[in-house]
Every structure is written in C-alpha cells, then in structure tokens.
Nanobody
Framework: QVQPVESGGGLVHPGGSLSLSCAAS????????MGWYRQAPGKQRESVAT??????WYRDSVKGRFTISKDNTKNMVFLQMNSLKPEDTAVYYC????????WGRGTQVTVSS
C-alpha cells in the first residue's frame, strides 16, 4: 500500500515562491501517475498538475508559474510554485496512482500580505 507524505508549504507573500515535496511510503509500488491537487475553503478539490512518463498536465491558472517534476527512483513528486497569488491559498494534496488512487494528508499553502 502507498501512503504519500507531503512536505513543504507554509506562508508566503504574493509574488513569492514555495516548494512542495511528496514521497511514497513504500518502494517498488508501480506508480503510474503522480500529481498535486488543492482544496480551498468552501470549494471542491481541484487538480493542479499531474505527471507521468512522457506526459505533464497543468491547470490553466498555474501554467507558467508552477512546475511539477518527479524522481522515479525515489517515488517522489515535487511542485515548484512561483509568482504565488492569494487565490493559490489552499490545502495541497499529493496524489499517486497505481491503478488505485492514494492521497496524502495535505499541506497548507497560504499566500497573503
């Protein structure tokens, strides 16, 4: 069983940067796709960026500002967030897909002056 564990996040001013990391708790788990989702207060969870071998997808609102990357050897996924805006404030969740979806517990990102 895979248990994604996020790290990073925190409080940043508008225009600032943050990095998120996520590691799978088990090795050799056959992860097909990894990604980041977010949920703001009062809103539904939404996808932010996902990555698989040869394929990367970004939500329109983060294109050019966020960069997703992965390390297959370590079963890790990363999200570099630049030029952050107040509307990026949310709990960010790591997702790993092996044929079954696995979710991290989330990490808070707050963008505020």
């Amino acid at each position: 069983q895979v248990q994604p564990v996020e790290s990073g996040g925190g409080l940043v001013h508008p225009g600032g940067s943050l990095s998120l990391s996520c590691a799978a708790s088990a090795a050799r788990v056959g992860i097909v796709r990894m990604g980041w989702y977010r949920q703001a207060p009062g809103k539904q969870r939404e996808s932010v960026a996902t990555i698989a071998d040869g394929d990367i997808w970004y939500r329109d609102s983060v294109k050019g500002r966020f960069t997703i990357s992965k390390d297959n050897t370590k079963n890790m996924v990363f999200l570099q967030m630049n030029s952050l805006k107040p509307e990026d404030t949310a709990v960010y969740y790591c997702m790993m897909y092996t044929g079954t979806f696995y979710w991290g517990r989330g990490t808070q990102v707050t963008v505020s002056s």
